[in-house]
């Protein structure tokens, strides 16, 4: 008797042309969904079904597909990637690369949001037979099959009727309207997918805070809410859940926001009072009414790009290191001498993720030394190699402890590491630690040779400080 497969096909080429006027560049599969995207929550179910490989079918942007998926590690499987000219049919495409599958796999669509039902599938079809899942009289997008007949006519975009294998008590929304998004996208921050996995750390019951992001307790008047990586969101704002705030967005002062989506990279302005509604790209759109708002206004609504500027550390950062190495020779005796005079080791090491990058994108680690003293000028001396190395800028954010950095999703992102966090220059030293991730954070998405000099200028006053020679680093 054979084993369940350990091999599935995820078709992700759905073109999102009923989703205009948002979402087609990247299509259906990569909507943003309470932080996560249709295809993240794919895997997490084929992951927990013991998949290990599988092979994902993409229309466009199949390069942001591959970057978004980290080919599979996150979930300990290998993804293969195949292109079709969107939409065609399951049939057709298992024509083309039907070599790379077994003889009997899962089929399931990428670009559809559903509970985890991959096991209770595996469990229902046993170890030869074939089925389609169905809920409500249609199918649901995932099926055991060998490549032919109904079985992978049920993975045919749009999804057909069926009653097949029934998955009562499961959820399924087939993202085919904004209405069917903004809903999808509330109900996932309301936790009603039983058993998906949510994005985020739990800061009180009902919210979920991204990474480097910062949200005052008194923002949530009625929970649920889900804020992204890299946001922000005023003290004085007020937020009526479900609410769903997406990666890299900035909520101004005095702002409402009720039953709502902001997507990405999305700045609103202060004063707002937004209801049912999904904004960003320009667009204010309630999906209820069936009303889209071009907003022109940067007051009021505005993109906010982020691309961190050169995240390794230039040419010019690796000049100015070897200078200022020459320059400090003389202190790096007075530093051990002194850290051997504390009674502490004279060298201190730790793992950190620096700034160049493996094949696969994901940042390397790097072994950072320091000597044992107080000071954090002649402590952080030996950093100046790691700048030189390219590890390092020499200003830029707080690099990430390896024993952190480990526990993080690969597709989390932070910004350029550096020797000298310019909100040590800049903030005040009692400064809040969510005010000083949110500078670093701004810093590097709005790097500039002006910025850079003001560094300089504020770096080269606090030599002459007690901060820098005698001051705790915080």
């Known amino acids: ?219 949530v008047v009625d929970p649920p809410v889900s804020l992204g990586d890299h946001s922000s969101v005023h003290r004085s704002v007020r937020l009526y859940g479900p609410v769903v705030i997406g990666d890299n967005c900035f909520v101004d002062r005095d702002t409402q926001i009720r039953d709502s989506v902001i997507l990405p990279n999305t700045y609103i302005g202060a004063g707002l009072d937004v209801k049912d509604a999904i904004i960003g790209d320009g667009l204010l759109i309630h999906p209820r009414e069936g009303l889209t708002t071009p907003i022109d206004d940067p007051q009021w609504v505005a993109p906010m790009a982020q691309q961190w500027r050169s995240s390794d550390s230039s040419l010019t950062d690796r000049l100015f290191a070897v200078l200022l190495l020459l320059l400090s020779l003389p202190l790096w005796p007075v530093a051990a001498l002194l850290a051997m005079a504390s009674g502490g080791p004279v060298w201190q090491r730790r793992e950190e993720q620096g700034n160049h990058r493996n094949m696969r994108g994901q940042r390397r680690e790097f072994i950072r030394y320091s000597f044992g003293v107080r000071g954090p000028l002649l402590r952080n001396l030996p950093g100046l190699l790691a700048v030189i190395a390219g590890h390092l800028r020499l200003f830029g954010a707080p690099p990430v402890p390896l024993r952190y950095a480990r526990d993080l999703p690969v597709h989390l992102e932070s910004p350029p590491a550096g020797l000298v966090p310019p909100s040590a220059l800049e903030l005040d030293h009692d400064a809040p630690d969510e005010e000083i991730e949110l500078f670093e954070v701004c810093f590097a998405a709005e790097r500039s040779i002006r910025r850079e000099l003001r560094c300089w200028l504020l770096a080269l006053r606090a030599l002459i400080g007690s901060r820098a020679w005698t001051a705790r680093e915080a």
């Open 1 to 219: 008797m054979s084993s369940p497969p350990a091999q599935a096909l995820i078709f992700a080429d759905r073109l999102g042309r009923e989703l205009a006027p948002l979402f087609q560049d990247l299509g259906p599969a990569m909507l943003p969904l309470a932080q996560k995207t249709p295809l993240h929550y794919c895997l997490d179910d084929l992951a927990e079904a013991g998949v290990l490989h599988a092979v994902v079918v993409v229309s466009h942007a199949a390069e942001q597909v591959r970057e978004a998926l980290a080919n599979g590690e996150p979930w300990g499987m290998q993804l293969e990637f195949v292109l079709s000219r969107g939409e065609e049919a399951p049939d057709k495409l298992l024509q083309r690369f039907s070599s790379l599958l077994a003889d009997r796999f899962i089929a399931i669509r990428g670009d559809v949001l559903r509970t985890p039902m991959t096991k209770e599938l595996q469990a229902a079809c046993g170890t030869d037979t074939l089925g389609a899942a169905s809920l409500n009289g249609r199918s649901v997008g995932l099926a055991m099959t060998d490549g032919s007949g109904a079985e992978i006519a049920a993975l045919a975009w749009p999804l057909p009727p069926l009653t097949s294998l029934d998955m009562a008590g499961h959820r399924c929304n087939m993202l085919e309207t904004l209405q069917d998004v903004l809903d999808a996208n509330l109900d996932l921050a309301g936790g009603s997918y039983i058993g998906v996995v949510a994005a985020g750390l739990q800061m009180q019951d009902g919210v979920m805070v991204g990474r480097l992001s910062h949200m005052e307790a008194t923002c």
